[in-house]
């Protein structure tokens, strides 16, 4: 069978999945069988104090696609700092909606909000079939607007799943600090071992980083890539200086931003880099 036919083949299957799932996450209502739902999302991204983005998802008939443009608008013509695009498979859009679980997206609201001078705007258009939806929120919270969080949570994860260069990546974990995702820090890997740090650090997440840095090994080599990490408080200098301690075999990639506190906390310029190449290298 040529690979054509075996495509062909997979089509159907494709649709109906996209049915059953939106007729999952957009209604009560089930999925009619054999019919798939069209399906399209249009998120304007508005932040405060860096670049604003749009993200549209299409998936019907035979798109299934994301799209990503993030633009300077401070300036007459806004300027395009990063756009792309990529094909949805389904197991993507298996995770996309999964995510969106039961949340009545056709039947969300603006609701009224108090705005802030340091938040996100967010303006949503959805559509399935003839059925169209358009409402807005601001900076939403997991506890006070979870419908509205879910939505980001889906959306931005399947961007991150599907735009992965270090840009994109960056822009993404710069664009999480207005939401609700939690501590800045992840584990990457394990062998290595390898930990990212992004965004700021505030009072507010004493007791998640001190319970991060404290799960970090003492035993192996460990690399701690700081290259979007803005800053944080002071007070957050002892933690870290304990983990100097316990761990002398760590290698930071630093930014010019997290330059000057690693310099601050004393650590050695022979375990300091710039790039993460260098720093895989220094761990082998």
């Known amino acids: 069978m040529s690979h ?6 997979r089509r159907p299957s494709v649709l109906l999945l996209i049915g059953f799932l939106l007729g999952t996450a957009c209604s009560s209502e089930p999925a009619q069988h054999g019919k798939p739902y069209q399906f399209r999302y249009r998120g304007e991204y508005y932040p405060s104090f860096m670049p604003p983005c749009v993200i549209s998802i299409v998936a019907h ?32 859009l298996t995770f996309f ?3 969106l679980d039961s949340i009545p997206v056709l039947k ?4 009224e909000q108090q705005l802030g001078t340091d938040g996100i ?8 079939d003839s059925v169209q939806n358009k409402f807005r929120f601001w900076s939403p919270r997991k506890n006070s607007s979870p419908q ?7 959306v931005l994860g ?24 939690g501590l800045p820090c992840k584990i990457v890997s394990t062998n290595p071992f390898e930990v ?10 004493e007791k998640d980083l001190t319970r991060f840095v404290q799960q970090l090994p003492s035993n192996q080599p460990l690399l701690i890539d700081m290259r979007n990490f803005k800053g944080m408080g002071t007070m957050f200098y002892p933690l870290f200086r304990r983990l100097l301690a316990r761990n002398p075999r760590i290698v930071w990639v630093a930014s010019e931003q997290s330059l000057a506190q690693l310099q601050e906390l004393g650590v050695p310029a022979t375990s300091i880099t710039t790039t993460i190449a260098d720093a895989r290298a220094r761990l082998r």
Do not use: C, W
């Not at 054509?4 to 083949?9: D, K, T, V």
């Not at 969300?108 to 609701?111: A, G, L």
């Open 97 to 99: 909606f999964s995510e």
């Open 196 to 205: 990212r740090m992004y965004g700021s650090l505030s009072s507010d997440e």
């Open 121 to 128: 705007t967010v303006y949503n258009t959805i559509s399935r």
């Open 148 to 154: 509205e969080h879910k939505l980001v949570e889906a």
């Open 61 to 92: 008939d035979s798109t299934q696609r994301i799209t990503l443009r993030a633009y300077d608008d401070r300036r007459a013509t806004p300027v395009t700092i990063v756009q792309d695009s990529a094909h949805l498979s389904s197991a993507d």
């Open 108 to 111: 969300m609201r603006t609701r």
């Open 158 to 181: 399947l961007a991150r799943r599907k735009f992965t260069t270090q840009q994109e990546q960056e822009y993404f974990e710069s664009l999480e600090q207005y939401f609700d995702f």
């Open 4 to 9: 054509y036919l075996i495509a062909a083949s």
